[in-house]
């Protein structure tokens, strides 16, 4: 058990639809990160927040957006949902931020299923 | 984009054997991960390794590391059924942009 924890752990939806996930990150760990993980596309970075602030941004789309909260949890919006959307959606979180940043605590994921 | 490759894409060895995993990069990096990842299940970090290093050792594991080369090789050694899974490299690379980029893994399977 890394301590990260996600909710839900699967979700079913519809095209067009929007949907929430949540993570929460392993206690006194201020950066969390959002994966995407398909498998034409593999693991894909999506964004980075750190201490409520988003860091870094990798291949995330427009439809997709996220935050996090004081309390360091975070959520990602998914909007407008697509077929090609289907995939395994985890979080990360790790100590530190930028180049300082060692291992990535993984939660155990969200896959979300676009039917 | 994938960062890391990581070469094969599968491997299939017998219990006991050692299992040798490698990933190529393009671009200069800050560190280089290795992490196993169960069926559908999240990622759990192995071995982390700075770009000043060649080498580094963690119980069965052993990773390599050539910068010239843009390369690392991970050794699993004396492999048992229970390691089956895939594995990833990871290069971080970036500043305050800093990210961890992942290849697309390799399935190793151990045969008891």
């Known amino acids: 058990d890394s301590g990260v924890t996600q909710t839900p752990k699967h979700l079913i939806t519809a095209t067009g639809q929007r949907v929430t996930l949540r993570c929460s990150p392993r206690?006194?760990?201020?950066?969390v990160y959002w994966y995407q993980q398909s498998l034409d596309q593999g693991l894909q970075f999506l964004i980075q927040?750190?201490?409520?602030?988003?860091?870094a941004k990798g291949n995330i789309l427009e439809r997709f957006s996220a935050q996090q909260f004081p309390d360091l949890h975070s959520e990602l919006n998914l909007s407008s949902l697509e077929l090609g959307d289907s995939a395994l959606y985890f979080c990360?979180?790790?100590?530190?931020?930028?180049?300082?940043?060692?291992?990535?605590?993984f939660g155990p994921g969200t896959r979300l299923t676009v039917l | 984009s994938q960062q890391g490759e990581e070469d094969p894409q599968a491997l299939s060895i017998q219990e006991g054997e050692n299992a040798t995993m490698n990933c190529s990069y393009k671009?200069?990096?800050?560190?280089l991960q290795w992490y196993r990842q169960n069926s559908g299940r999240g990622l759990v970090h192995l071995i982390l390794?700075?770009?000043?290093?060649r080498e580094k050792h963690s119980g069965r594991l052993r990773v390599t590391l050539d910068t010239s080369k843009k390369s690392s090789s991970l050794l699993i050694t004396a492999s048992r059924a229970a390691d089956t899974a895939s594995y990833f490299c990871?290069?971080?690379?970036?500043?305050?942009?800093?990210?961890?980029?992942f290849g697309k893994g390799t399935l190793l399977t151990v045969n008891p």
């Open positions: 990360a979180s790790s100590t530190s931020s930028g180049g300082a940043t060692g291992e990535q605590f």
């Open positions: 206690s006194g760990d201020l950066s």
């Open positions: 927040y750190y201490n409520g602030e988003e860091r």
């Open positions: 671009t200069s990096i800050n560190n």
């Open positions: 390794i700075r770009s000043n290093e």
């Open positions: 990871a290069t971080g690379s970036g500043g305050s942009n800093y990210k961890l980029t």
